[in-house]
């Protein structure tokens, strides 16, 4: 038995913090592409210098790179017991190419976990985790965030009812403290 996950929700919602307790927990698989991505652009490569000016800007990596990325990750041994994704999809078109690759790999989701925060507090969580880290992301600052909250509204939330229409849609309230919020998924996933 396998588990397969995805974590939605905007940015600062809290995904990473809640996929890596889940990974900890379920012993599956934390596939984050934006840690990937970054470390595409730590490794200061040609390719790793355009995705850092795609982060600056708070926009979207091409579905192209990204759906290479993923892909190579989920049909491997480290995803054995299933995997969280955190960060993806974040487009209908990644959306429906994460189902093809599930269906090669003779595989399905078991639930999409929507972390709800409010636009509002999404702001002071960037600008604590910008201040805890010493600005290590360079796209934590109000003005990027407010593109990514664009971009994920326009751009990532139009996913959901393409997985309400599965029925795999989850809410979780995202305003609660973190172990609260791991508690309210442990009981979804029960
Ligand atoms: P995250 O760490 O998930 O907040 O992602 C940071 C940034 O990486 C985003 O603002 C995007 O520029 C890029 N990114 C991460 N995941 C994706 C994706 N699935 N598709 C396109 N861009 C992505």
Redesign the pocket.
């Known amino acids: 038995m396998s588990l397969n996950l995805v974590i939605f929700g905007p940015?600062g919602a809290g995904?990473?913090t809640q996929a890596a307790r889940l990974q900890q927990n379920y012993k599956i698989k934390k596939l984050?592409?934006?840690?990937m991505?970054?470390a595409e652009v730590a490794s200061d490569s040609d390719l790793g210098r355009k995705i850092q000016s795609?982060?600056d800007a708070?926009?979207?990596?091409?579905?192209e790179i990204?759906i290479e990325l993923?892909g190579n990750c989920i049909a491997g041994p480290d995803c054995a017991k299933g995997f969280i994704l955190?960060?993806?999809?974040?487009?209908v078109a990644?959306a429906e190419a994460l189902d093809e690759m599930l269906r090669k790999v003779k595989r399905k989701l078991d639930h999409v976990l929507v972390l709800e925060v409010d636009d509002k507090a999404l702001v002071d969580r960037i600008k604590g985790r910008a201040a805890e880290t010493g600005g290590a992301?360079t796209?934590d600052n109000e003005e990027t965030l407010k593109k990514?909250l664009k971009?994920y509204h326009d751009q990532t939330a139009p996913i959901l009812p393409y997985y309400e229409a599965k029925n795999l849609l989850r809410a979780i309230d995202g305003m609660q403290p973190v172990d609260e919020v791991t508690a309210l998924i442990g009981k979804t996933l029960k």
Do not use: A, M, N
Request: charge should be neutral; proline fraction near 7%; charged fraction near 35%.
């Open positions: 940015p995904k990473g984050s592409t934006g840690d991505l970054r795609v982060l708070g926009e979207l990596v091409s579905d990204i993923i955190d960060g993806f999809p974040r487009t990644q992301r796209d990514r971009v």
